[in-house]
């Protein structure tokens, strides 16, 4: 199975702070990489997949990059709806999510 | 609007079986597939499998294949779990979501709570 490692585990932050989350794959995926959204007792929400494409009403200070076995979560400038868990998911091969980052308030 | 809508929590003894429902609308069911994702309390989300509700082809993950079966009928739109021989680890908070396969995971339900216990 494909491993996704993702980092920080925890990230502290404040309001209007660019965040950047890693996500890497164990081995290559292309661009089949989702990010989902969670917060605490609700269903994940789907930001972006095919790497970097947005999904239709997720605000554009999201935004995604990468392709192989290196990916990356942006959000410009952070809001206070923003803190919440990031999962990023692979899409290539027997779907697996990677362990989270919990943003949390600074 | 499209949703999906989970059947309610269930309670189950060790060694028992669940089966959780995902009744679709707002949408054309058979042109989507659905996945299964589970959260143990605390914890990530865990993908368990993928049932294509055009043709009813699966593709399970690997830890729990011979224990979950996924099922549809295209007469209600329905989508279906059925997780066999429970163990406390299964305790956590099923989730159906409509499936693109490459591109995502767009509608979720709003999760369905199995505990397992003696």
């Known amino acids: 199975d494909i491993q996704l490692t993702q980092s920080p585990s925890f990230l502290s932050a404040s309001v209007g702070d660019r965040v950047t989350i890693t996500c890497r794959a164990s081995?290559?995926?292309?661009?089949?990489l989702a990010w989902y959204q969670q917060k605490p007792g609700k269903a994940p929400k789907l930001l972006i997949y095919?790497?970097?494409t947005l999904q239709s009403g997720v605000p554009s200070r999201f935004s995604g990059s990468g392709s192989g076995t290196e990916f990356t979560l942006t959000i410009s400038s952070l809001q206070p709806e923003d803190f919440a868990t990031y999962y990023c998911?692979?899409?290539?091969?027997?779907?697996?999510f990677g362990p989270g980052t919990k943003v949390d308030i600074k | 609007q499209v949703q999906l809508v989970q059947s309610g929590a269930e309670v189950k003894k060790p060694g028992a079986s669940v089966k959780v429902s995902c009744k679709a609308s707002?949408?054309?069911?058979?042109?989507?597939?659905i996945s299964w994702v589970r959260q143990a309390p605390g914890q990530g989300l865990e993908w368990m499998g993928w049932?294509?509700?055009?043709?009813?082809?699966?593709n399970y993950a690997q830890k729990l294949q011979g224990r979950v079966t996924m099922t549809t009928d295209t007469s209600t739109s329905t989508a279906y779990m059925e997780l066999r021989s429970l163990r406390s680890d299964d305790t956590a908070v099923y989730y159906c979501?409509?499936?693109?396969?490459?591109?995502?995971?767009?509608?979720w339900g709003q999760g369905t709570t199995v505990t397992v216990s003696s």
């Open positions: 081995q290559g995926i292309s661009s089949y």
């Open positions: 095919a790497a970097s």
């Open positions: 707002g949408y054309t069911f058979t042109s989507y597939g």
């Open positions: 979501a409509r499936d693109r396969t490459r591109r995502g995971m767009d509608v």
């Open positions: 049932i294509s509700a055009y043709n009813g082809n699966t």
């Open positions: 998911q692979q899409l290539n091969s027997y779907l697996t």
